[in-house]
């Protein structure tokens, strides 16, 4: 998040490449800060914390995210993903105690991924964790291969060619 585009001011929210990232259930706000591992880190500053939001433009297959905390209370990490039909497609938690400072890696891999929701959940009014390393891997434009695209000619051909001769 290092081109986050308000150095120190809160945005609705944050496209980089084909992501947009908000604030989840919306009317949120996105802050950038330096975070535990010294680099720019996406904060959701709401009251209670909302977790955070990811949509994908074109799909993906696989995400990555650093979630950290600065030893102010325990919080259940986690990262879900959701499909087009907002069903969920899979989820990962960890459970950082009151005294951790730093960050750890969530991941999850599984196709038709629309977008991804992450953060800390706790009982009480929501817990802020810093987001940073943000990673993801693109559903693969599908190009047939020359030797497909010949093999469909061929059937086409041959079901026409099958056709012709029946009704002759």
Do not use: C
């Amino acid at each position: 998040f290092e081109s986050f585009p308000v150095a120190g001011g809160f945005i609705a929210s944050y496209t980089e490449q084909s992501v947009t990232f908000s604030a989840s259930g919306g009317g949120g706000y996105l802050w950038a800060s330096e975070g535990p591992n010294g680099t720019l880190g996406l904060l959701d500053m709401n009251i209670p914390h909302k977790e955070l939001r990811a949509d994908f433009s074109l799909g993906a297959t696989s995400v990555s995210v650093d979630l950290g905390d600065y030893d102010q209370d325990s919080d259940r990490l986690f990262l879900e993903v959701f499909g087009a039909a907002d069903n969920l497609l899979g989820y990962t938690d960890l459970v950082i105690p009151e005294a951790f400072v730093g960050m750890e890696t969530l991941s999850l891999s599984v196709p038709g991924i629309s977008y991804a929701v992450f953060g800390a959940r706790d009982a009480g009014s929501g817990s802020s964790v810093y987001a940073d390393n943000f990673t993801f891997e693109e559903v693969p434009d599908v190009i047939p291969a020359p030797g497909t695209i010949m093999l469909g000619s061929i059937g086409v051909g041959l079901v026409g060619w099958l056709r012709r001769r029946k009704t002759l």
